[in-house]
């Protein structure tokens, strides 16, 4: 079987399409890259509900880690699409290179776990906050989000399909206008987030390494390294164009690309981490306050929020779950899809038509409609959540450590090996990601 995605050929288009295409091209959403999108999809429902869970149980209090995770994701991820671009294979593909096959499936197989487990519980959440909203039953609002994403990513081509996900980006701005309903004591806000007053003991430890587990996830390494390959293959001006070669078969190249991937990934990164800011401290400001110190799910954060802020807190964010939602399920089941194909050889991409890709799609298809099922089973989405969270813990230590070393290396870098700063900060993420693990095996 054929490994790898060949470059896509040029593909006839009228006069009109072509003008359309130039417009389209030109808009801010359409130049930013992968970076954008995997911020995003860190902030999907079972991450909010994480982050609602801190700003209600501790209030101002978790506010200081949002500033502390940010450059320690941001490297991890620009180490990835780094990866990604000057390689032109994903992060399978070189794992399964330079390290031994048991590390590759190791890594692998418990990423399908976890993505498969974490489908669950977001679009659990989608589901009920759509009725929420609609007031139309949980299961049948979670099986029509199921099948629109589905249907999505098999037969909408990468290169407009991305365009869509773009564009879901912006639901993020929900939680920022959030703040705009509520009462906001900005001075607390400010000394809380760089001189934290909180007792750390046990439940204080176990929000932290929930929200920095939930937001340094192994998916989202996959899926920024492949989708910098995707955008080689649909080529760098439409979906007309050649494929970009890699930076290693084209160094002159390298200076515009690595600045585009790290501008990218740190501003992307930086979004998602001001979202999970706002989200834990709206939350904060309106549940903590009011009492409300259990949230377990994005929904109830949300329909708790209508009584304390009102019916224009509670839509915006229902919208905001809703529309990260639409971006974080495809993430998660694409994530998974691109390592497995990478890891058997098989052929992959989300430009590419299902007969040409069928262990792809087949893989998709499967990750998000086990996610269904679990609706429907004795799992309750609560505790599909946790064992995702349990087994990301396990398999994203590891898996950091392997980013950093391939980034450093020469042998499969070239001359394009990430910087010393950005090699100090993974180390650093990989050394925090690791405590939290141990930490989440040491009973309470």
């Given at each position: ?287 903590h306050a009011a009492g409300v110190t ?121 001359k394009f090996t990430a910087s010393k ?24």
């Open positions: 079987m054929d490994t790898g995605p060949d470059p896509i050929p040029e593909s006839p288009k009228s006069p009109a399409a072509r003008s359309l295409w130039a417009r389209l091209k030109q808009h801010p959403l359409v130049r930013v890259g992968p970076g954008l999108i995997t911020g995003v999809a860190d902030d999907d429902p079972s991450g909010i509900a994480t982050y609602s869970q801190a700003g209600a149980q501790f209030g101002l209090g978790m506010l200081w880690t949002m500033p502390l995770a940010f450059p320690l994701m941001a490297a991890i991820q620009s180490m990835c699409a780094r990866i990604g671009r000057v390689t032109g294979r994903g992060l399978a593909a070189n794992i399964k290179d330079c390290f031994s096959p048991r590390v590759l499936w190791f890594a692998v197989l418990l990423l399908l776990a976890a993505n498969t487990l974490n489908i669950a519980a977001d679009v659990a959440a989608m589901g009920e906050v759509a009725e929420l909203v609609t007031g139309v039953d949980r299961h049948l609002m979670t099986a029509f989000f199921v099948f629109l994403t589905l249907g999505l990513q098999i037969f909408v081509p990468y290169h407009r399909y991305v365009g869509f996900l773009k564009w879901l980006t912006l639901s993020l701005l929900a939680y920022a206008a959030v703040l705009f309903t509520v009462h906001v004591p900005w001075r607390q806000v400010f000394l809380q987030t760089v001189w934290p007053r909180f007792t750390p003991n046990a439940a204080a430890a176990a929000v932290v390494v929930g929200i920095f587990g939930t937001t340094i996830s192994p998916y989202l390494f996959f899926w920024q390294a492949s989708e910098e390959v995707e955008d080689m293959q649909a080529g760098k001006s439409g979906p007309d164009s050649a494929a970009a070669p890699s930076l290693l078969a084209e160094p002159a190249a390298a200076r515009t690309e690595l600045r585009r991937i790290s501008w990218d990934t740190w501003s992307g990164m930086l979004y998602s981490d001001l979202t999970s800011y706002f989200i834990i401290l709206a939350t904060a400001v309106t549940l259990d949230i377990n799910t994005a929904a109830q954060a949300a329909d708790a929020l209508r009584p304390l802020a009102g019916n224009l807190a509670f839509a915006l964010f229902a919208l905001g779950i809703l529309g990260v939602g639409l971006v974080g399920v495809p993430v998660l089941a694409g994530s998974g899809a691109y390592a497995l194909c990478e890891a058997m050889g098989w052929r992959f991409g989300l430009e590419r038509q299902v007969g040409e890709a069928r262990g792809f799609y087949a893989v998709i298809a499967v990750s998000v409609l086990a996610g269904l099922a679990i609706q429907y089973s004795p799992i309750s989405p609560m505790k599909a959540l946790f064992w995702s969270a349990v087994i990301n813990g396990v398999v994203a230590v590891p898996l950091m450590a392997i980013i950093v070393v391939l980034a450093s290396k020469k042998s499969v870098m070239g700063s950005i090699v100090v900060l993974g180390w650093l993420a990989t050394a925090l990601m690791g405590a939290a693990a141990v930490r989440m095996f040491i009973p309470d």
